[in-house]
């Protein structure tokens, strides 16, 4: 994969395209509740108003025309029923947490560059071993988001991702 790419939309050399981007909290966090005794936001962990639970999580594309393994990551949050998400919390630690059922959960991050809006499609978050984030499996939709996690995106998908990040779009 090349180092750098020419962007479309300003006309300049940038680095990369990247294989990741993310997002550092869920849409539904709000910077002044960081003095809300009842919200939290972590690097891993969100609660908002002792209410709503979110789980940051990787959503992966695979990439079709690079290297064998080559994926495309989006840091995602994911919001989940306060159930499991305290049993999440619990086996944080626990080797045996890759054994969990998927989590039901609903995609609370709006990712750039897709119509309709990514906010609440349907997942399930799959535990991973201890030390890597969950990897969320979108519900199958015909949803675009839905449709490039089943079938992959090619490296012109990911520089446009690329292009729309770098320039704020969505």
Same mark, same amino acid.
């Given at each position: 994969?090349? =180092?750098?790419?020419?962007?479309?939309?300003?006309?300049?050399?940038?680095?990369?395209?990247?294989?990741?981007?993310?997002?550092?909290?869920p849409?539904?966090?709000?910077?002044?509740?960081?003095?809300?005794?009842?919200? $939290?936001?972590?690097? *891993?962990?969100? !609660?908002?108003?002792?209410?709503?639970?979110?789980? +940051? $999580?990787?959503?992966?594309?695979?990439?079709? %025309? $690079?290297?064998?393994? =080559?994926?495309? %990551?989006?840091? #995602?949050? &994911?919001s989940?029923?306060? @159930?499991?998400?305290?049993?999440? #919390?619990?086996m944080? @630690? *626990?080797?045996?947490?890759?054994?969990?059922?998927?989590?039901?959960?609903?995609?609370?991050?709006?990712?750039?560059?897709?119509?309709?809006?990514?906010?609440?499609? $349907? /997942?399930?978050?799959?535990?991973?071993? #201890?030390?890597? +984030?969950?990897?969320? *499996?979108?519900?199958? =939709? %015909?949803?675009?988001?839905? &449709?490039?996690? +089943? /079938?992959g &995106? =090619?490296?012109? +998908? &990911?520089?446009?991702?690329?292009? !729309? #990040?770098?320039?704020?779009?969505?």
């Amino acid at each position: 994969m090349s =180092t750098t790419y020419l962007c479309r939309c300003c006309g300049l050399e940038h680095p990369g395209p990247a294989l990741s981007y993310g997002a550092a909290a869920p849409a539904h966090w709000d910077p002044a509740l960081a003095d809300d005794e009842d919200s $939290a936001l972590t690097e *891993e962990l969100c !609660i908002v108003g002792g209410e709503h639970f979110f789980i +940051r $999580a990787r959503l992966v594309l695979p990439v079709l %025309d $690079a290297e064998p393994g =080559t994926e495309f %990551d989006w840091g #995602v949050w &994911v919001s989940l029923s306060t @159930e499991n998400f305290q049993r999440a #919390v619990r086996m944080w @630690e *626990e080797p045996g947490r890759v054994d969990e059922p998927p989590y039901f959960g609903w995609l609370s991050t709006a990712l750039p560059g897709y119509e309709p809006g990514t906010l609440n499609l $349907a /997942t399930h978050v799959h535990t991973e071993p #201890v030390g890597a +984030r969950p990897l969320v *499996e979108l519900e199958p =939709t %015909d949803h675009p988001l839905a &449709v490039e996690q +089943r /079938t992959g &995106v =090619t490296l012109a +998908r &990911v520089q446009e991702i690329a292009e !729309i #990040v770098g320039h704020g779009g969505g």
